[in-house]
């Protein structure tokens, strides 16, 4: 154990005290009806938090990150925890199916300054669950109270959870699980309305969150996630729920303005226009040219793939440039499509997109 010890107190990233920053964690805050990034493996990096956070997003968090791999101090994971000021406040997430890891973990990511740590107990992927990590802890309550315990002990950082709705239809106990996890001194809980047996099919149960928030005696927020693509859905998570925040995973793809459309729908009651062709595509490059500088060129560009068909969805000819710029290893390449593209049928061989 030494080892990941020695990491945490040395790390280059612990470069600011913990005294340094006292941002309001909004998913801390009772009421506060936040609207936050999800965290999602090969999506919510860094470029992709600052991009969010700049579009209205009251809090994001990292990728998840293996405990295991954090204690081992592999290149990977620290890379995944690297964080920019402009990302506050901003949680680690991190997994695992050991409780001393976990806390090895947690001590780890502490080092590293975010504003809170984050424990999935919900991912649905047969690869973390084979391993009793994520969802496989809503198996058994227990462990899954034995875990959060051991990081809250860890760390002096609030401890924040992500689950699920239960195993199964047959298992679902979110209340007692929700009251078990206040007890040990988490200090918020979001929930994915599914169960891990449904993966992402189906739809999400939001009925489960009204049931949840009434739940007596639980005090600590609660976060909806699952299904969030609108600014109807969130006034009506809010309004007809009562929970405390919002969390919003896939629609962000590509489409990072959704916070700000939400937010201004939350405030206003009006819609925002959608952000032009122009705008997106800008919008899209700024996030290549920061996903490179973070990255590298190879992986910075990889990294983008998953985000450049919402960004192009609906633009005529759109699955033409999609096309070229998959074919692309050079930032640079991919920029001059980007920012020279027009919707006409015409120009797209001036650019060099075989039509």
């Given at each position: 154990?030494?080892?990941?010890l020695n990491?945490?107190m040395?790390?280059?990233?612990?470069?600011?005290?913990p005294e340094?920053h006292k941002?309001?964690?909004?998913?801390?805050?009772?009421?506060?009806?936040s609207?936050v990034?999800?965290p999602?493996?090969d999506?919510?990096?860094?470029?992709?938090?600052?991009?969010c956070?700049?579009q209205g997003?009251?809090?994001?968090?990292?990728?998840?990150?293996?405990?295991?791999?954090i204690?081992r101090a592999s290149?990977?994971?620290?890379?995944?925890?690297?964080?920019?000021e402009?990302?506050?406040?901003?949680?680690?997430?991190?997994?695992?199916?050991?409780e001393?890891?976990?806390y090895g973990?947690?001590?780890?990511?502490?080092?590293n300054?975010?504003d809170?740590?984050?424990?999935?107990?919900?991912?649905?992927v047969?690869?973390?669950?084979k391993?009793n990590?994520?969802?496989?802890?809503?198996?058994?309550?227990?462990?899954?109270?034995?875990?959060?315990?051991?990081?809250?002990?860890?760390?002096?950082l609030?401890?924040?959870?992500?689950?699920r709705l239960g195993?199964?239809d047959?298992s679902i106990?979110?209340?007692?699980i929700?009251l078990?996890?206040?007890s040990?001194?988490?200090k918020?809980?979001?929930v994915?309305a599914r169960?891990r047996?449904q993966?992402?099919k189906?739809?999400a149960r939001?009925e489960?969150?009204?049931?949840?928030?009434?739940?007596p005696?639980?005090?600590i927020?609660?976060i909806?996630?699952?299904?969030i693509?609108?600014p109807?859905?969130?006034r009506?998570?809010?309004?007809?729920?009562g929970?405390?925040?919002i969390?919003?995973?896939r629609?962000t793809?590509g489409n990072p303005?959704?916070?700000?459309?939400?937010?201004?729908?939350l405030?206003?009651g009006?819609?925002?226009?959608?952000?032009?062709?122009g705008?997106r595509?800008?919008?899209c490059?700024?996030?290549?040219?920061s996903s490179v500088a973070?990255?590298?060129?190879?992986y910075?560009?990889?990294?983008?793939?998953?985000?450049y068909?919402n960004?192009?969805?609906?633009i005529?000819?759109?699955k033409y440039l999609?096309?070229?710029i998959m074919?692309?290893e050079?930032?640079?390449d991919i920029l001059?499509l980007?920012?020279n593209?027009?919707e006409?049928?015409?120009?797209?061989?001036?650019?060099?997109?075989?039509?």
């Open positions: 154990m030494d080892s990941f990491f945490a040395n790390s280059n990233l612990s470069h600011i005290s340094d941002p309001t964690i909004p998913v801390l805050q009772g009421g506060s009806r609207v990034l999800a999602m493996e999506v919510s990096d860094s470029p992709f938090r600052q991009m956070r700049n997003a009251d809090v994001v968090y990292t990728e998840f990150i293996s405990s295991e791999a204690i290149e990977a994971s620290k890379h995944k925890m690297v964080f920019e402009a990302e506050r406040p901003l949680g680690i997430q991190i997994f695992g199916g050991r001393e890891a976990m973990a947690a001590k780890v990511a502490e080092a300054n975010p809170f740590i984050d424990i999935n107990f919900g991912c649905p047969y690869k973390i669950v391993k990590a994520g969802s496989a802890c809503l198996r058994d309550p227990g462990m899954m109270e034995r875990m959060a315990g051991t990081v809250v002990d860890a760390t002096h609030p401890v924040t959870v992500k689950t195993w199964d047959q106990r979110i209340r007692e929700a078990m996890l206040q040990v001194g988490v918020a809980l979001t994915h169960t047996s993966g992402y189906g739809e939001w489960y969150f009204k049931y949840l928030r009434d739940t005696g639980l005090e927020p609660i909806a996630n699952g299904d693509t609108t109807e859905h969130a009506y998570l809010f309004d007809e729920t929970v405390d925040g969390m919003i995973g629609a793809i303005w959704i916070f700000r459309v939400i937010k201004h729908y405030e206003t009006e819609k925002l226009p959608s952000p032009t062709i705008e595509l800008e919008m490059a700024d996030q290549l040219q973070h990255h590298g060129e190879r910075g560009v990889i990294m983008m793939k998953k985000h068909g960004y192009i969805k609906g005529r000819n759109g999609r096309m070229e074919k692309k050079r930032m640079e001059e980007l920012l593209f027009r006409e049928p015409e120009p797209l061989s001036r650019i060099g997109v075989a039509v």
